[in-house]
């Protein structure tokens, strides 16, 4: 009689593990889009946590991005957004006092009062 082959072992189990690992790791990661324009944060030593729940982008030169919406039309979309308790403002370390003060002073006429700056530590 011939020697018996051993069986085969599936590799059933194994695929299953590996997708509910990919599943696990796509519900549980964080999906963030690309900035709209470079912002270079200003850089201090503090340790401090940003928590806002909206991103609003803002250039050196004063443009103003909200989910993928530019200067007017940024604003239009923030007008219509309910006012949440923080949104962070991530804008360029180059980014006049003027300037800032002005999209601050906007986003408190349309109802954003709690606002962050976000900081880099180098």
């Known amino acids: 009689m011939p020697p018996r082959r051993p069986a085969s072992e599936s590799v059933v189990p194994m695929i299953n593990v590996v997708f509910l690992l990919l599943i696990f790791f796509m519900m549980s990661a964080t999906i963030m889009p690309a900035p709209p324009f470079d912002v270079s944060l200003p850089e201090t030593d503090a340790q401090i946590a940003v928590a806002g729940e909206m991103d609003i982008y803002v250039s050196?030169?004063?443009?103003?991005?909200?989910?993928?919406?530019?200067?007017?039309?940024?604003?239009?979309?923030?007008?219509?957004?309910?006012?949440?308790?923080?949104?962070?403002?991530?804008?360029?370390?180059?980014?006049?006092?003027?300037?800032l003060a002005r999209v601050v002073s906007r986003l408190a006429r349309i109802g954003h009062t709690q606002i962050e700056i976000a900081i880099r530590v180098p």
Request: glycine letters at 4%; hydrophobic letters at 50%.
């Open 60 to 99: 050196a030169s004063g443009e103003v991005s909200f989910q993928g919406a530019l200067n007017d039309a940024a604003w239009a979309v923030l007008a219509a957004q309910p006012a949440v308790n923080t949104v962070t403002l991530r804008a360029d370390a180059d980014l006049s006092a003027q300037k």
